[in-house]
């Protein structure tokens, strides 16, 4: 890819960051406690990729649902990781 403008890829499913970390913790077998610390900043509550372009210069969407790719990576990560 030779453009300058950035190309997100990725499912472009909407998730909640409370949900994401959930979602990780659950998938990464995580049994202590999530807290969120209501005196920083919100930022943003939910996060979605705009996917749009992957698809206008390449043609690519997305067909693994977010979780499964988590999933996915994970197991990457684990069978990869180094000692």
Same mark, same amino acid.
């Given at each position: 890819?030779?453009? =300058?403008? +950035? *190309? /997100?890829?990725? #499912?472009?499913? %909407?998730? #909640?960051?409370? /949900?994401? =970390?959930? !979602?990780? &913790?659950?998938? !990464? &077998?995580?049994? &202590? %406690?999530? *807290?969120?610390? =209501? !005196?920083? +900043? /919100? &930022?943003? +509550?939910?996060?979605?990729?705009?996917?749009?372009? =992957?698809?206008?210069?390449?043609?690519?969407?997305?067909?693994? +649902?977010? !979780? *499964?790719?988590?999933?996915?990576?994970?197991?990457?990560?684990?069978? /990869?990781?180094?000692?």
């Amino acid at each position: 890819y030779e453009g =300058a403008d +950035p *190309v /997100n890829l990725g #499912s472009g499913e %909407e998730i #909640s960051m409370k /949900n994401l =970390a959930e !979602t990780i &913790g659950s998938l !990464t &077998g995580f049994s &202590g %406690e999530i *807290v969120w610390d =209501a !005196t920083q +900043p /919100n &930022g943003q +509550p939910r996060r979605k990729l705009d996917t749009s372009r =992957a698809l206008e210069r390449f043609g690519w969407k997305a067909t693994t +649902p977010l !979780t *499964v790719g988590l999933s996915k990576t994970l197991e990457w990560y684990l069978e /990869n990781k180094r000692a």
